[in-house]
Protein backbone atom coordinates (compact mmCIF):
# COMPACT_ATOMS: atom_id res chain seq x y z
CA UNK A 1 0.00 0.00 0.00
CA UNK A 2 0.89 3.37 -0.09
CA UNK A 3 3.70 4.32 2.84
CA UNK A 4 1.81 7.80 3.45
CA UNK A 5 -1.76 6.20 4.31
CA UNK A 6 -2.55 6.36 7.39
CA UNK A 7 -4.56 2.46 6.76
CA UNK A 8 -1.12 1.57 5.82
CA UNK A 9 0.81 3.35 8.77
CA UNK A 10 -1.80 1.92 11.47
CA UNK A 11 -1.61 -1.81 9.95
CA UNK A 12 2.01 -1.76 10.16
CA UNK A 13 1.52 -0.53 13.35
CA UNK A 14 -0.51 -3.52 14.99
CA UNK A 15 2.15 -5.61 13.79
CA UNK A 16 4.92 -3.72 15.64
CA UNK A 17 2.19 -3.67 18.77
CA UNK A 18 1.54 -7.13 18.42
CA UNK A 19 5.66 -8.35 18.34
CA UNK A 20 7.58 -5.40 19.57
CA UNK A 21 9.91 -2.53 18.14
CA UNK A 22 11.33 -4.08 14.10
CA UNK A 23 15.09 -4.79 13.69
CA UNK A 24 14.97 -4.02 10.23
CA UNK A 25 12.45 -2.02 7.99
CA UNK A 26 12.25 -1.78 4.44
CA UNK A 27 10.63 1.04 2.79
CA UNK A 28 9.59 1.23 -0.81
CA UNK A 29 8.07 5.03 -0.43
CA UNK A 30 7.51 7.57 -3.58
CA UNK A 31 11.09 8.51 -3.46
CA UNK A 32 11.01 12.04 -3.62
CA UNK A 33 12.68 14.09 -0.51
CA UNK A 34 9.35 15.12 1.12
CA UNK A 35 7.97 11.32 0.90
CA UNK A 36 11.35 9.60 2.15
CA UNK A 37 11.38 12.22 4.70
CA UNK A 38 7.41 11.45 6.18
CA UNK A 39 8.26 7.73 5.80
CA UNK A 40 11.42 7.95 8.02
CA UNK A 41 9.10 10.56 10.87
CA UNK A 42 5.99 8.06 10.34
CA UNK A 43 7.84 4.62 10.75
CA UNK A 44 11.02 5.16 12.61
CA UNK A 45 9.64 4.97 15.88
CA UNK A 46 8.57 1.99 15.43
CA UNK A 47 12.30 0.34 14.75
CA UNK A 48 13.84 -0.50 17.96
CA UNK A 49 16.64 1.65 18.81
CA UNK A 50 19.87 0.17 16.52
CA UNK A 51 17.60 -1.31 14.22
CA UNK A 52 18.12 -0.90 10.43
CA UNK A 53 15.90 1.25 8.13
CA UNK A 54 16.22 0.59 4.12
CA UNK A 55 15.35 2.64 1.65
CA UNK A 56 14.22 1.47 -1.86
CA UNK A 57 15.94 3.07 -4.81
CA UNK A 58 18.02 5.25 -2.55
CA UNK A 59 21.57 5.06 -4.28
CA UNK A 60 20.02 6.19 -7.77
CA UNK A 61 17.90 8.50 -6.11
CA UNK A 62 18.43 12.38 -5.24
CA UNK A 63 15.44 13.04 -3.86
CA UNK A 64 15.50 9.68 -0.86
CA UNK A 65 19.54 10.89 -0.40
CA UNK A 66 18.67 14.56 0.34
CA UNK A 67 15.96 13.44 2.68
CA UNK A 68 18.27 11.66 4.65
CA UNK A 69 21.04 14.22 4.77
CA UNK A 70 18.27 16.76 5.81
CA UNK A 71 17.52 14.35 8.30
CA UNK A 72 21.35 14.48 9.55
CA UNK A 73 21.71 10.63 8.98
CA UNK A 74 24.04 8.89 7.52
CA UNK A 75 23.00 6.66 4.64
CA UNK A 76 24.92 3.72 3.29
CA UNK A 77 24.87 2.34 0.28
CA UNK A 78 24.38 -1.68 -0.38
CA UNK A 79 24.85 -1.24 -4.37
CA UNK A 80 25.75 2.31 -6.27
CA UNK A 81 23.93 2.63 -8.88
CA UNK A 82 26.45 3.92 -11.00
CA UNK A 83 27.78 0.37 -11.68
CA UNK A 84 24.86 -0.50 -13.49
CA UNK A 85 21.91 1.31 -15.11
CA UNK A 86 19.44 -1.35 -13.92
CA UNK A 87 19.78 -1.26 -10.40
CA UNK A 88 19.02 2.12 -7.98
CA UNK A 89 20.37 0.16 -5.14
CA UNK A 90 19.52 0.40 -1.41
CA UNK A 91 20.54 2.59 1.32
CA UNK A 92 20.16 1.84 4.84
CA UNK A 93 20.65 3.65 8.29
CA UNK A 94 20.75 2.74 11.76
CA UNK A 95 17.72 3.85 13.81
CA UNK A 96 19.44 5.80 17.39
Same mark, same amino acid.
Given at each position: ?5 ? *??? =? $??? *? !????? @??? #???? %? #? &? #??? *?? +? ?10 ? !???? +? %????? #??? &?? *?? !?? =??? $??? &?? /?? /?????? =? ?6 ? %? @? ?5
Amino acid at each position: GDSHSP *EVA =A $RVG *E !VAKKI @GPF #DFLF %I #D &G #DHT *EE +GASADYFIYSPL !VRSG +G %IIAFH #DAA &GN *EG !VK =AAI $RAL &GL /NL /NLIHNA =AETRHCMG %I @GWMRVL
